[in-house]
C-alpha cells in the first residue's frame, strides 16, 4: 500500500515526531507482517529514529547538527537562503529514507523509539511518502 | 521472516561485527532472492556497513564521530549520563535501519563490505530486529 | 529483480548524478507498485538523495563534509592513502544503502531530488546493485 502523511513545519529547526500518524498508516494497511518505507521528498529535511521521550534529546540533536555544519554566508549555493544551502548538507548527514519493519500489525520499535520527520528549513508544508509491504 | 540477533556490547564504543549472525539469519530463513531490513530498537546505537578487514579503520571510525560531536557536560539531556547524550546524536547521523539485497541464498556485500553493530553507551544487552522479504 | 549500475567516478570527491540509470531499472523491470532497494557494495564511497538542480549544492556538500573529515596523515588505517581513510569515515556518516518507494512504475521522488553516488576515493569502477521488490 502507497500512503502519505502530509505536516505543517514550523519556523525553527525542529523534530517533528510523526510515530502515531506512521502507526495509523500501518493499521490502515491491514498489514500484520511486513515492512514499511519512509522516504520523504525534500532536499533540506530528513528522517530519523530517535527518542522523544525528553525534549532535550532533540535540542541536543538539533544544536550539535547546527554545530556541526554553521548557517553562514559562505556557502556556493546562494540561489536561496544559508539556512536552505545548510540543510541540504545536514540531509544528506541525517538522510531522507527509513525502512521499518512490522510485526503483530504494528511498527516494531524500542520502547524510547520515534519516528521523527527532521526539519531544516522552515516553515513549509511537508510530505511523507509510506510504502508498506507485506511479507508472504 | 521476522527474527532477531541479541548481543552483548562492551563498556567502550565499540564496531561488533554481526557480519556472520546476518548471514545465519538469511540462510535460515531459505529465501533465495528478496531482501532484509536490519532495525535496532536503540536510540544511542546504530547499525552501519563498512570494513572490518584492519581493526584500524574501526578505530579512525570511532575517533573521528567522537571528535566531532564529544562526551561532554553541557548536554540538554542530563537525565541519564554524557556518553548517553552524546550517543542520541550520534545514532541519528550514523542511522538505526539499513537495508540489504539478498541474491543465491546469501548476503550481496562487497568484498571489504561487513555489517556493523555500532555502540555509543556500553555495556549493554542489544538487539538487532531483521525482516526477510523473499521478491517473488 | 535484481540488476546493477556501473560507473566509473572521477579522481576527485565528487557527487555523480545517477538517477536516469536508476529510472531505467525500474523500467525495466516493469514493476509498476513497489518498492527498490539501492546498496553499494564499497566502503569508501556512499548513497544519497539530494538536489542536482545548482552544482553548487554538491559543492557545498562535498566542501562541508571534508572540513567535517579531514584528510590528514594521523589516522590508523595506513595501509591505504589519507583518503582512503577519511572515506571509510565519510561513508559510515552518509550510507552505503537507500530504500525508494516505485508508483505507477517509477520512482516517487521530489521535484528537485536526485539518486546521487558520492566517491570519496576516486577514480574507481563502482557498482550500485538494485532490488526492486513488487507490493502484491
Given amino acids: 500500500m502507497l500512503t502519505k502523511i502530509k505536516i505543517q513545519t514550523p519556523p525553527k529547526e525542529s523534530l517533528i515526531n510523526i510515530t502515531e500518524q506512521v502507526k495509523e498508516a500501518v493499521r490502515a494497511s491491514g498489514v500484520q507482517e511486513g515492512m514499511c518505507v519512509l522516504v520523504i521528498p525534500h532536499t533540506t529535511a530528513a528522517i530519523t529514529l530517535n527518542s522523544a521521550l525528553d525534549a532535550a534529546t532533540a535540542a541536543d540533536i538539533i544544536g550539535d547538527i547546527r554545530r556541526l555544519i554553521p548557517t553562514r554566508v559562505d556557502f556556493n549555493h546562494i540561489y536561496d537562503t544559508p539556512a536552505d544551502a545548510a540543510g541540504h ?26 519516528v521523527l520527520f527532521y526539519e531544516f528549513d522552515g ?14
Avoid at 548538507?89 to 516494531?108: D, F, N, P, R
Avoid at 510530505?127 to 509491504?133: A, L, S, V
Fill in 89 to 114: 548538507i545536514k540531509s544528506t548527514l541525517i538522510g531522507a529514507s527509513v525502512t521499518l519493519i512490522i510485526t503483530k500489525g504494528e511498527l516494531l520499535l524500542g520502547g524510547s523509539q520515534f
Fill in 123 to 136: 516553515p513549509r508544508q511537508r510530505q511523507i511518502n509510506i510504502r508498506i509491504m507485506e511479507d508472504r
